[in-house]
Nanobody, 117 residues
Framework: QVQVVESGGGLVQPGGSLNLSCAASGNVDSDATMAWYRRVPGKQRELVATIGSGGRTQYSDRAKGRFIISRDNAKNTMYLQMNVLKPEDTAVYYC???????????WGLGTQVTVSS
């Protein structure tokens, strides 16, 4: 069983930055794929970015150019550096880890990000 816990959310002004972390614990697959999603109240959860075990990354169009996803495999931790934040980035941000076989996955409880002046 793998658990993931997000941290680093908070209130930030438009144009500001935040760095989210996702720490995985338990029987972590070193080849797992990790991802950030977010959910705005009343809307479906949407993909923000993914990162493979080798560091290959993908971004949503909204995240491209402003957000940077990274991971430290030695610490089983993933990060999301968010820059030039906009009010529309306000959401609960969730971490997902998926085993290399796809057989197991685990979601975190989320961390709230609020972008407001």
């Amino acid at each position: 069983q793998v658990q993931v816990v997000e941290s680093g959310g908070g209130l930030v002004q438009p144009g500001g930055s935040l760095n989210l972390s996702c720490a995985a614990s338990g029987n972590v697959d070193s080849d797992a794929t990790m991802a950030w999603y977010r959910r705005v109240p009343g809307k479906q959860r949407e993909l923000v970015a993914t990162i493979g075990s080798g560091g290959r990354t993908q971004y949503s169009d909204r995240a491209k150019g402003r957000f940077i996803i990274s991971r430290d495999n030695a610490k089983n931790t993933m990060y999301l550096q968010m820059n030039v934040l906009k009010p529309e980035d306000t959401a609960v941000y969730y971490c997902l880890i998926v085993s290399s076989t796809g057989a197991f996955s685990s979601w975190g409880l989320g961390t709230q990000v609020t972008v407001s002046s």
